[in-house]
């Protein structure tokens, strides 16, 4: 007989903490986006809706098939899913620069996501979830409801945007001299917050990261390898095809993870989905921008 799965332990005090975490990595994240971004990528149109299509529509496509494929248990599948509507993660930038990508691209397609990830990451979450039936039953017994998610998501991803944005923008001086600084702090923070989480529910996570580890990897996987080509069929240079993948396969997973402590319970499968998310794909992102960014960027004709 398979043991009981193994409730995670989160205080009302943890959940503040990652609360506040993630509105200062989103700060962080606002405070090198410029309005001059968008303007440069003005006759990009092509470049922009490939990768806000990839984001939106193709990975949590890709995401529900594998979930139907695989016969995924509603709980990892809601995490996944989860993790699949999210934004992009604040280390997209960084790895689309080692790669050779297109780095405005991937600046503009971080903020248009974050920006409207209040609205959109919601409303997207139910209706992939609606779908299918047994998560459709899953999430009814949650009682989670649009409005409760995005009346969250404006005190976390939209407040804290608007605001880094504003300071780069009227106080240029202040934002250079804090950006640095911000962004080290708010990854120490989270990753001591990440650890310190898992040394408290080991049970819980060791119960679940064997089958999540692997789905996981495939998850994350097909996110960057469908994008890339995806981008690739569509005739986009070299360097947009990898901002593209890159920006459809890191996820801003600390997002996912505050809406599951939030609003799911602290739902251990999917805790443990969107954690190891956060995990892997630092480490994926990292091998295929280092890889991307050895090889010669051949331009389309």
């Not at 090198?32 to 193709?58: V, Y």
């Not at 930038?93 to 409207?116: E, K, W, Y």
């Not at 459709?136 to 939209?158: G, W």
């Not at 950006?179 to 529910?201: C, D, E, H, Q, Y």
Request: net charge neutral; proline share 5%; with cysteine.
């Amino acid at each position: 007989m398979a043991p009981e799965p193994v409730p995670i332990q989160f205080s009302s005090e943890s959940l503040t903490v990652l609360n506040l975490c993630l509105a200062i990595i989103m700060l962080g994240v606002a405070l090198d986006i410029e309005w001059k971004h968008f303007t440069q990528l003005a006759q990009e149109k092509k470049a922009i809706a490939t990768g806000l299509f990839s984001q939106l529509i193709l990975l949590p496509l890709i995401t529900l098939i594998m979930i139907l494929a695989l016969s995924i248990p509603p709980g990892m599948a809601l995490g996944m899913l989860l993790v699949a509507c999210c934004p992009g993660g604040n280390v997209s930038n960084f790895f689309t620069h080692l790669a050779r990508g297109h780095v405005t691209l991937s600046i503009v397609l971080t903020a248009c996501s974050s920006l409207a990830a209040f609205l959109i990451t919601p409303v997207s979450f139910f209706m992939w979830a609606s779908f299918l039936p047994d998560l459709r039953t899953e999430v009814k017994t949650f009682e989670v409801d649009f409005f409760s998610i995005a009346t969250n998501m404006v005190l976390i991803l939209l407040l804290p945007v608007v605001v880094g944005m504003s300071l780069k923008a009227y106080l240029p001086h202040i934002s250079k001299r804090i950006s640095k600084p911000l962004r080290i702090l708010s990854m120490i923070i989270l990753t001591g917050f990440i650890i310190v989480a898992v040394i408290n529910n080991q049970d819980a996570f060791a119960y679940y990261l064997g089958d999540v580890f692997w789905i996981v990897l495939l998850h994350n996987g097909l996110g960057l390898s469908v994008a890339y080509f995806f981008s690739k069929v569509l005739k986009n240079s070299e360097s947009v095809n990898r901002t593209v993948a890159i920006e459809t396969g890191i996820q801003n997973s600390g997002l996912g993870l505050v809406l599951i402590f939030n609003f799911f319970g602290g739902n251990p499968a999917m805790a443990v989905v969107a954690a190891w998310w956060g995990v892997w794909h630092l480490i994926s992102g990292f091998a295929f921008a280092s890889f991307m960014g050895k090889r010669p960027l051949v331009q389309m004709s």
